[in-house]
């Protein structure tokens, strides 16, 4: 099955600055690659994703990197502001068939700090 | 979200009692799932549906069942709650022919 990995737990940056989220995959033939945001209280909401056969992806302020030989994606957020605060996780759908599930990273506790 | 609703979304329980959390959607998807999130585990997975009648177990499945008796429903079961099952729970769904999920509110489960 597929593993994955999430660094850090958790993450405080001041206001403005940048903010980046590690995530690794054990299984190769992993193929999809959502970002969740969580907020307080609240289910979590799918923000950005990239697919294997593309490096980068962005919106707006979020951007998600892949590198597939090294397997490991990225999520970058810009300019960060306060209602980033939130934790993140990101997941790996591991292809072919008879896969039904993504699996999920521990996720990562993000603080923007006014 | 909108097409997918957990009821109830807080409950107190005894130890050894019967609980049922619901999960309810208006998106006809074919795929459930359900979640148990705990502070440093993340989302763990309890049990999964692909379709009426057709469940299998996740990770966590000890000490939980489900049944999904049409499209729109999905049920957990704690037959015998106990304490260590205290957790936040959530529904997800997910469309045929897409990856991503759309998550519920979530049911926040206390078992003193």
């Known amino acids: 099955g597929e593993n994955v990995e999430q660094h850090p737990s958790t993450l405080s940056v001041q206001e403005g600055d940048s903010a980046v989220i590690k995530c690794t995959y054990s299984?190769?033939?992993?193929?999809?690659f959502p970002w969740y945001k969580q907020e307080l209280g609240k289910g979590p909401q799918l923000i950005i994703d990239i697919r294997s056969n593309v490096g980068e992806k962005k919106d707006q302020r979020i951007a998600v990197t892949l590198n597939k030989t090294a397997k490991h994606f990225s999520l970058h957020i810009t300019e960060t502001q306060p209602e980033d605060s939130a934790v993140y996780f990101c997941?790996?759908?591991?292809?072919?068939?008879?896969?039904?599930?993504?699996?999920f990273g521990k996720g990562t506790k993000l603080s923007v700090i006014p | 979200d909108a097409g997918i609703t957990q009821s109830p979304r807080h409950k107190v329980t005894e130890t050894g009692t019967p609980v049922t959390l619901r999960c309810h959607q208006t998106?006809?998807?074919?795929?459930m799932y359900w979640y148990r999130q705990d502070p440093g585990h993340g989302l763990r997975l309890i049990h999964y549906?692909?379709?009426?009648?057709?469940?299998d177990k996740g990770e966590v499945s000890d000490g939980y069942s489900v049944s999904r008796s049409k499209t729109e429903d999905f049920l957990l079961t704690l037959e015998s709650a106990t304490s260590s099952q205290t957790s936040v729970y959530f529904c997800a769904l997910r469309g045929e022919g897409g990856y991503g999920y759309t998550f519920g509110s979530g049911t926040r489960l206390t078992v003193v």
């Open positions: 299984d190769s033939a992993s193929n999809y």
């Open positions: 549906s692909y379709g009426v009648k057709d469940t």
């Open positions: 997941a790996a759908w591991l292809g072919g068939a008879g896969s039904y599930q993504l699996t």
């Open positions: 998106e006809n998807h074919r795929y």
